[in-house]
Nanobody, 123 residues
Framework: QVQLAESGGGLVQAGGSLRLSCTVS????????MGWFRQAPGKEREFVAA????????DYAASVKGRFIISRDNAKNTVYLQMNSLKPEDTAVYYCAARPGVIATKRDDYRAWGQGTQVTVSS
């Protein structure tokens, strides 16, 4: 069974940066592709970024490509989301997710989820 815990959210001004972290336990971390999703009030949870099991492949939503970077450190059982050039529309609760397979971008492909961390970008 996989357990995930996000951290690093907070309040930041537009144009600023934040780095989110997600730690994974109770299952071999390196066997899981990892993803970041976000959910704003009144909207459905949407894909943000994903990274393959070994970290060699990544995928990004068009809205964050070029601004966000997903990475992982399998030795630390941790996945990161570096968020740069933040915009007010990035405001959302960000969730870390894991799946025991290949990289994926669909919400339904992920089996385990963290509790989320709030990111608020002010203008």
């Amino acid at each position: 069974q996989v357990q995930l815990a996000e951290s690093g959210g907070g309040l930041v001004q537009a144009g600023g940066s934040l780095r989110l972290s997600c730690t994974v336990s109770r299952r071999p971390f390196s066997s899981n592709a990892m993803g970041w999703f976000r959910q704003a009030p009144g909207k459905e949870r949407e894909f943000v970024a994903a990274v393959s099991r070994g970290g060699g492949a990544t995928d990004y939503a068009a809205s964050v490509k070029g601004r966000f970077i997903i990475s992982r450190d399998n030795a630390k059982n941790t996945v990161y989301l570096q968020m740069n050039s933040l915009k007010p529309e990035d405001t959302a609760v960000y969730y870390c997710a894991a799946r025991p397979g290949v990289i994926a971008t669909k919400r339904d492909d992920y089996r385990a989820w963290g509790q989320g961390t709030q990111v608020t970008v002010s203008s």
